[in-house]
C-alpha cells in the first residue's frame, strides 16, 4: 500500500507577513526617492539665474540621492535573500518526510495493535525518583506512577494500562515528570521521543514538523535516521545547491555596494 506523505502549503503565515511588510517598506522608499527626485528638479528649473545652486549644496544633494538609491537596490537585494533563506530551510525539512527522527517532546504513540508502548527518553541532571503524569491528547489522566531515575539518559516506557488496570486506547499520549534529588532537591528532567516526520507545515518560519501527531519546531531535532520513505542524500544534495545559490546571492550584493 502506497503512503502519501502530506505537506501542508502556506496560508497566513509569519513568513508572508514579514514580505509584506518588506514589500511595503520597499515602496516607501521608492515613495520616498522619487519625491526626492521631484524636489531636486524643480529647483534646478526654478533657481535663480543670477544666484545659481551652490556647487557643495548641489553636490550634497547629488550624494543624498545616490544614497537613496542604494537604499532602494539594497532592499531589494535583501528581499531575495529572505527569499532564498525561506527556501532553504523548506528545502530542508522537506527531505526529513518519511524520516525517523528523535526530538525534544512530550508526546508518544501507543499502539496496542501493534505490541508498540509509548516510550519516552528521560534525561535527569542527577539521580533521583520522579513522579510520572501521562494525559491523552483530550488531557485526562491516563497513568500516574513513580519511576527511579538515573544521572544522564533513560528509556521510560509504558504499555497503555491505566491505574484502573484498563488498557487504554491507541493514539498519541504526553508525559509531565517532576524529578526529586536523594536530598529533597528539585531535579531538571527533560524529555525526548522518536517518530516518523508525517508531513512539514511551510506556513510557519521556520517550518514545522508533524511527529506522532503533535507539530515541532525543525529546531526541536537532536538527530535523523533514515526511515521509509526517507532519501537524505538526495535531499542534502539539493540542499547543499540551495545554499550555494544563496552564497553566490550573497557575493552579488557585496560586490554592488
Known amino acids: 500500500m502506497t503512503t502519501t506523505n502530506p505537506v501542508t502549503t502556506p496560508t497566513n503565515s509569519s513568513a ?5 511588510a518588506g514589500t511595503a517598506g520597499a515602496q516607501q522608499i521608492a515613495g520616498n526617492f ?11 528649473q526654478n533657481q535663480n539665474p543670477l544666484d545659481p545652486l551652490d556647487t557643495n549644496q548641489f553636490t550634497q544633494q547629488l550624494v543624498e540621492f545616490a544614497s537613496v538609491q542604494q537604499q532602494v537596490d539594497m532592499n531589494t537585494n535583501m528581499q531575495t535573500l529572505i527569499s532564498l533563506q525561506q527556501t532553504t ?3 530542508e ?16 504513540n501507543l499502539s496496542n495493535a501493534t505490541g508498540n508502548p509509548a516510550s519516552w527518553n528521560l534525561n535527569a541532571s542527577a539521580g533521583g ?6 494525559t491523552n491528547s483530550s488531557g485526562q489522566t ?3 506512577g513513580t519511576t527511579t531515575l538515573n544521572a544522564g539518559t533513560q528509556t521510560y516506557t509504558w504499555n497503555g494500562q491505566g491505574n484502573n488496570g484498563v488498557k487504554w486506547p491507541d493514539g498519541a499520549y504526553t ?15 527533560t524529555s525526548q521521543v522518536q517518530g516518523t516526520v508525517t508531513a512539514v507545515n511551510m506556513s ?18 537532536q538527530s535523523v535516521g533514515s526511515g521509509a520513505g526517507g532519501t537524505l542524500t538526495s535531499g542534502l544534495s539539493s540542499l547543499n545547491t540551495t545554499i550555494g545559490n544563496l552564497n553566490s546571492t550573497i557575493t552579488n550584493l557585496i560586490q554592488s555596494l
Not at 508572508?16 to 509584506?20: E, G, K, L, P, V
Open 129 to 134: 525518583t520522579a513522579a510520572i503524569t501521562i
Open 34 to 44: 522619487n519625491e526626492f527626485l521631484q524636489l531636486l528638479t524643480t529647483q534646478l
Open 16 to 20: 508572508s507577513t514579514a514580505q509584506a
Open 142 to 144: 491516563a497513568y500516574t
Open 93 to 108: 525539512a522537506l527531505q526529513l518526510v518519511g524520516s525517523t527522527v528523535t526530538l525534544n517532546g512530550t508526546s508518544a
Open 89 to 91: 530551510a523548506a528545502t
Open 175 to 189: 508525559i509531565a515528570v517532576t524529578g526529586t534529588g536523594a536530598s529533597g532537591q528539585a531535579l531538571t528532567v
Open 204 to 221: 510557519q518560519t521556520p517550518p514545522t514538523l508533524t511527529v506522532n501527531g503533535q507539530s515541532y519546531p525543525i529546531s526541536s531535532i
